[in-house]
């Protein structure tokens, strides 16, 4: 049996989820966000992207919606298309320990 | 420090430190651990990543969290994440006192999971019997993955279980038909209405039989023509959930077919839903967002959800005039049965 602990650094500073809402317009351009300054732009960036890739692939497989809801289990996303672009709501989970 | 301390814990656990994430992980790769306490404030890769990473490759060790951070979302995420405990670092005598109680109890349960109590030499079958014959009374929480699952035993009779939406008799013999998760006991509740009035016995055969039934319709279906749901296809069973209009199997392994039920243009929507969640497990891993549960699509034609699992993705196609609420509730019981 072993037991494994590290010693305590304040090293690397943690970093939180995103909480709030932008939009994106159809070329993948953030035109107004109200998620923290601290979260890095390039992942609202990604988060953008990949929900409009989401949107277009459903309709080029047959599946046109206009809302997505992604749960993860600290996290969840809820993307709703906008003339093309998206209003994306993003924020942490709660959950009961 | 904690070295020190936590080397003179009654169980005198062997202890091993490691100055960083990446040498625990190294640390982890070379040996067998039971228990892993890390802090959350580390240099180069911080304490979030170790999890994701631990947790993933390690599904099995405890772990703990002991830090000095104490925002709400980063216990929450550290829970999300599949930790045992969250410790804010103590700062007493008599908080290291309980901190130490509180391995030392992780460290026992870990001895007693291994031996009778544990569901790697015990099924859910045996624990049952065992508790009934002993006339016990308890509450058993079984989860399996996103699936929880509570027994109720009162005197050794069997009263109630619950699972999702279902009750009673129906989410007992869901929940026996769980192939795989982890049980903890709880206090018994003296409150809960008795709703079963079976014995223990009976329902034990009864759900033996369906499972043995199940097993040989999975058989048959196993050697039916691929992509089609057969007579014998689980997702007939599925389909039956209110607002199903259909259902699509869809394996992680893109070189196996899909199963479905009465959906169209199967191989297409597969590789959609195969790449939309391979997508979305990646922005979950760069985010630390912990595990991907569900994804709803919502449409004025349809509504779909898919339910991501480890080797299979059930992608459900529903009525769409069905409220949120409902479509909500019955993916609840469309899941369970999917794992079951």
Redesign the interface.
């Known amino acids: 049996?072993?037991?494994?602990?590290?010693?305590?650094?304040?090293?690397?500073?943690?970093?939180?989820?995103?909480s709030g809402s932008f939009t994106v317009d159809s070329a993948g351009n953030i035109v107004s966000s109200t998620v923290a300054t601290a979260f890095p732009a390039a992942?609202v960036s990604?988060?953008a992207r990949?929900v409009l890739?989401?949107f277009e692939?459903?309709h080029?497989?047959?599946?046109?919606?206009?809302?997505?809801?992604?749960?993860?289990?600290?996290?969840k996303l809820n993307a709703r298309e906008l003339r093309g672009g998206a209003i994306i709501f993003v924020s942490?989970?709660?959950?009961a320990? | 420090m904690?070295?020190e301390i936590?080397g003179q814990m009654p169980?005198r656990?062997?202890?091993?430190?490691?100055?960083?994430?990446a040498r625990?992980i190294a640390?982890?790769e070379s040996?067998?651990?039971?228990?892993?306490?890390?802090?959350?404030?580390?240099?180069?890769?911080?304490?979030?990543q170790v999890l994701s990473i631990v947790r993933r490759k390690y599904p099995q060790l405890r772990i703990v969290v002991?830090?000095?951070?104490m925002?709400e979302?980063?216990?929450?995420?550290s829970?999300?994440?599949g930790v045992d405990l969250?410790w804010q670092?103590p700062s007493t005598m008599e908080e290291i006192k309980l901190f130490i109680d509180c391995i030392e109890s992780l460290?026992d349960r870990?001895e007693q999971e291994s031996g009778f109590r544990g569901v790697q030499s015990k099924s859910l079958v045996d624990l049952i019997q065992l508790e009934c014959l002993s006339r016990t009374s308890t509450t058993l929480r079984i989860t399996n993955g996103n699936l929880e699952g509570k027994i109720w035993i009162r005197d050794g009779d069997v009263v109630d279980a619950a699972t999702g939406a279902m009750t009673d008799t129906a989410a007992f013999k869901e929940i026996l038909c769980w192939k795989t998760g982890s049980f903890e006991i709880l206090p018994p509740d003296d409150s809960r209405p008795r709703r079963i009035h079976d014995s223990y016995q009976g329902l034990l055969l009864e759900t033996a039989q369906a499972i043995d039934e199940g097993q040989y319709q999975q058989a048959v279906s196993n050697s039916a023509t691929p992509g089609v749901a057969t007579l014998a296809s689980p997702l007939i069973a599925l389909s039956r959930v209110p607002g199903i209009e259909f259902l699509i199997a869809v394996p992680d392994d893109q070189s196996r077919d899909a199963d479905s039920w009465a959906a169209?243009?199967v191989p297409?929507?597969a590789a959609?839903m195969r790449?939309?969640v391979e997508?979305?497990r990646k922005?979950?891993d760069?985010?630390?967002?912990?595990?991907?549960?569900?994804?709803?699509?919502?449409?004025?034609?349809?509504?779909?959800t898919c339910a991501p699992g480890t080797k299979s993705h059930l992608l459900a196609g529903w009525n769409r005039n069905l409220p949120t609420e409902e479509l909500r509730e019955n993916l609840k019981t469309l899941t369970s049965k999917w794992a079951s």
């Open positions: 049996m072993g037991f494994l602990s590290f010693k305590p650094d304040t090293g690397m500073p943690l970093r939180k989820l995103p992942q990604r988060i990949l890739q989401t692939r459903g080029e497989a047959g599946y046109p919606f206009a809302e997505l809801i992604i749960n993860f289990a600290a996290f942490p989970q709660k959950r320990s | 904690y070295q936590l169980s656990p062997e202890v091993v430190t490691a100055s960083s994430g625990a640390l982890l040996e067998a651990f039971t228990l892993m306490v890390t802090d959350l404030n580390m240099p180069k890769m911080d304490g979030l002991l830090t000095s951070v925002d979302q980063f216990r929450s995420r829970y999300a994440m969250f670092k460290l870990e169209e243009n297409a929507t959609w790449e939309v997508q979305f922005l979950g760069e985010l630390q967002a912990g595990q991907l549960l569900s994804l709803e699509f919502h449409g004025q034609q349809r509504q779909l």
